[in-house]
C-alpha cells in the first residue's frame, strides 16, 4: 500500500502547522532570550518594547496565572526564566504583535542587567561539583570484580559521542485560538499533545478538559518534538488567553537550533575483559550524559543508555552506571533512538580497541558474543526470539563479508593514498517505552451510515508512515477496501491521556488499540449479518458477506445500514495495554521489553588520506522487520534512519563555546549529509521470521533501530585510519568529521603501542 500522503506531498498540498488558514487578527508571537548561559538577573526593562506601534503585549513569568513550569518529568523547567537564566536561548518572555517584523523589531528594544554567573559545559566537571539531575543508577549483573581474574585480555578506556541537531524540516510552532468559555485550542507540531494539554492547563491554571489540542501531521519529529514542543504551544496559548485572540508562534529555523536541546552527548570510561575465546567476560562503564541545564527527558534517556550499555552482546558480568549531569546547555532531549545509541557507542569502542590491542578483528569477538535465546540481560529480562545470531549470519552470507574483506585487504596493499575501511555493525533495540505504565493507546472508530470509516488514536504521524499502518489495520480487520478509511488528526477531544509517539511504539500501540476496537464493531456487524443470513459463520471478505465461506448478496454497505437501522452502534473505543512488561525500580530487574529488533550491517568506507575526506561505499543490512506490513515503509525507514546515524557518527558537530553559546546555529556550520555523502549503495534485506505477536500484524517497529546501524561508520573510518597509520595513538570521540580523520591520519603513536 502507497504512504497514504505521498501525493499530497509531492503536491506540496500537505497541511502543516503554519499552512492552517488563519483567522482574522491572528497575532504573532517571539520568544525573547538573553545572551547568556548563566545569570542573575537584576532588572528587565520592558517600556520601549512594549511602546512600539503594534506590539500588543509583552509577557513574562510575572503574567502567568498558574504555574510557571513545563518540566515533564521533574518540575524544573521554568516556561519563562525567572530571577535567573540557565542557558544560553532560555526564553525569559514573549513578544506579541500584528507582525513578525514588529517582534523582532520590539526584541531589540529590551534591555536587561544582569550578573553573569559560572558557566558549566562539560558533564564531567558537572559530576564533579556534584550537579546532577537525579541520582545515578547502576545496572548489575554477575560479579565483575570477582571476574576479572578469570579473563585472559583487559581494556581500560574512555570515549565521547557528541550531540546531534534534530533539524526536522518543520521547525517548532503552535497556534491557538480561544474558544468562547474560556477554553482554549492549540493546533502544535507536537509527538505528544497530551503532554501539550497538560501542561497548557497547569500554566494557564484551567482543567484539562478546557485545553484542546489538535496535531495533523509534524515535518519530522524525531523525538525533538516529544516534549520540547510543549513550551511553545504553551506560550502561544498563554498569549491568546491573555490577549482574548488568536496567537501564532513558528520559530525561525536559527532560533529553534539556539533554543532548544538536541541528542544528548556523552562521556564515558569503560573496562572491558576478556577470555582467550574472545568471549566478553566482564564489562564495566561509567556514562555521564549531558543533560543540559533541565531534566526535560533526561532520566527517561539515561534509562535507556543503561538498558542498551550491552548492545547485541550477553555478558555475564556487568556494572554500568550513568549519571545524569546538568550543565548550561539548552536541556538536551530525545532523539531516535533515545539514549540507546550512545550505550552502543561505548561496547562497540570498546571490543574496537580490544580487537586492535589483541590483534584480531572487531568482527571476531562481536560474533563469539551475540545473544542467544535464554540469555539474561543485566537488567533482567530473559532474551526470547533472539535474532542476533540469525541476522549476523544472514548478513554475512549475503553479503559475502569474507569476499568483501579480502577485496578491502587488497584495496590497502595496493593503494598508499586512499585506505578503505569495514566494520560490522549488530544491533538490539528494546520495543517499549522504558516507563512502563506510558505502554498504552486507545483508538476511536466511527463507521459511518454510509460505509465510511474514520479512525483517531493517539499516533502522530511525523512522516514515519503510521497513518498509512493504521489505515492498513482498520481496512484488514474490517475487511473492506483501504480506501473507505480515513484518518482524523490526533486530537485530545476525541483520544484521550495519549503516551506521545515515540520509543518506535506508535504503530503497534495505536494499532492494537484500533484493532480491539475494529474487534468489537465487527463483532456486532457480524451479529446483524448472522440474522439477516439466517448462517452462524460469517465474516466480512473484500467488502462481502460470506456465509459459511461463500459470498452472500450481502456487502458492506447494506450491513452497516441494516445494523444502524437496528440501531446497533457503529463507535467504538479500543483499548490496549502493552502485556507482560514490567520493570522494578528498586531492583532495576524485569522485563522492560515487549520484544526486541535486530538487525546487522556491514558498512564499507573509502578514506582520502591526503586529505581526510571519505566517502562510504556500501551499507549492506539484514534487518529485522518480523512480518512487515509495509516494506516501502519500513524500508523508508531503515535508509532514512541509517543515514541519519551516519551524519550523527561522522558529519554532524555540535559545538557551544565554553560560555555556552551554540557555534554551530546553521545550516552553514552545522553540517547534515546530503546526496553526495550518503553510501554509493544501501543494499536492504528482510530476516525472514514469522514476526513478533506482540507487533502490529507481526510487523515489528522500526523507527529508531535502524540509526545504530551508522555506529558502523565511525568505525570502518577508525580501521581506514588504522590502515594508513597502524601505530597512531586514537581516541574515541565521534563525529569522526574530516578534520578529525586528517588529525588522526598523521598521529604519532601511543606510548603503549596498539
Ligand atoms: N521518520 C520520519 N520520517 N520522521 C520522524 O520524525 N521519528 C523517528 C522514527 N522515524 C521520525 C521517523 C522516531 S524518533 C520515532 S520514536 C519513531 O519514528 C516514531 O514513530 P513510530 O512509533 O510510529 O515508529
Ligand atoms: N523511548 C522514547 N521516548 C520515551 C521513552 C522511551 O523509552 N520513555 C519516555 N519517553
Ligand atoms: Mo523517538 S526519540 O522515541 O521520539
Known sequence: MI?????????????????????????????????????????????????????????????????????????DEPLFAEGEVHFWGQPVGLIVADSDHI?????????????????????????????????PRTFVIGDTAGAWSQCAHIFEGQTAVNGQEHLYIEAHGAYARMKEDGSVIISSSTQGPTAV?????????????????DTVRL????????????????????????????????????????????????????????????????WEVTHYQNAGAAADLSTAVMERTLFHSTNAYHIPNVRATAYSCKTNLPPNTAFRGFGGPQGKFVIEAAIALAAERIGVSAAEI????LLRDGDEMPYGQIMQQTQARSTWAACMERYNYTGQRERV?????QNTRYKKGMAVQPICFGISFTNTMMNHARALVHIYQDGSVVVSTGAVEMGQGVNTKL?????????????????????????????????SAGADLNGKALQTACAALMERLKKVAEAALGHSDVAIQNEVVMAGGKPSELGWEQLVLMAHQ???????????????????????????FAYHVYGTAITIVTVDCLRGTYTFDSVDVVHDFGNSMNMAVDLGQIEGGLVQGIGWMTLEEVAYNAQGRLLSNALSTYKIPDIYSVPKSIRIASLETEGHDLAILKSKAVGEPPLMYGLGAYFAIREAIRAFNPGADLKVDAPYTPEKVLLDLYRSPSSQGT
Open 409 to 413: 585487504q587488497a584495496f590497502n596493499e
Open 471 to 503: 489505515v492498513q489495520v482498520a481496512a484488514q480487520s474490517l475487511g473492506i477496501s483501504p480506501g473507505r478509511v480515513r484518518i482524523e488528526s490526533t486530537n485530545t477531544l476525541r483520544v484521550a491521556n495519549t503516551s506521545p509517539t515515540a520509543a
Open 103 to 135: 517582534c523582532r523589531k520590539a526584541a531589540r528594544l529590551i534591555e536587561a542587567e544582569y550578573e553573569a554567573l559560572p558557566v558549566v559545559t562539560d558533564p564531567r566537571e558537572a559530576q564533579q561539583l556534584g550537579r546532577l539531575i537525579c541520582p
Open 219 to 282: 515535518g519530522g519529529g524525531f523525538g525533538g518534538k516529544e516534549d520540547q514542543a510543549t513550551g511553545w504551544a504553551v506560550m502561544a496559548a498563554l498569549a491568546a488567553q491573555h490577549l482574548q485572540g488568536p496567537v501564532k508562534l513558528v520559530l525561525h529555523r536559527l532560533d529553534d537550533m539556539r533554543m532548544t536541546g538536541k541528542r544528548h552527548p556523552y562521556e564515558a570510561d569503560f573496562k572491558i575483559g576478556l577470555d582467550e575465546h574472545l568471549r566478553i567476560i566482564a
Open 366 to 369: 562481536q560474533q563469539a558474543n
Open 566 to 592: 437496528q440501531r446497533v452502534s457503529l463507535s467504538e473505543n479500543g483499548h490496549y495495554a502493552t502485556p507482560l512488561i514490567h520493570f522494578d525500580k528498586s531492583k532495576e530487574k524485569g522485563h522492560p
Open 3 to 75: 504512504n497514504i500522503d505521498a501525493e499530497n506531498h509531492v503536491r506540496g498540498r500537505s497541511v502543516y502547522l503554519d499552512d492552517i488558514p488563519e483567522l482574522q487578527g491572528t497575532l504573532y508571537a517571539l520568544p525573547f532570550d538573553l545572551p547568556t548561559a548563566h545569570a542573575h538577573i537584576t532588572s528587565l526593562h520592558l517600556d520601549k518594547a512594549r511602546a512600539l506601534p503594534g506590539v500588543a503585549a509583552i509577557l513574562t513569568a510575572a503574567d502567568i496565572p498558574g504555574e510557571n513550569q513545563i518540566g515533564g518529568i521533574l518540575p
Open 197 to 213: 494539554q497538560r501542561t497548557v492547563a497547569k500554566v494557564l491554571d484551567l482543567p484539562m478538559h478546557k485545553v484542546e489540542v
